[in-house]
């Protein structure tokens, strides 16, 4: 359970940097 709960957190962090970057790149372009 407790690698379930990072693994999910690890996710989240992921798919933050994800978004920022995509945002950044809509905002530059």
Known sequence: ELLFTHTQD??????????????KKKYLS
């Open 10 to 23: 690890y996710l989240k962090t992921i798919m933050g940097l994800n978004f920022r970057t995509c945002r």
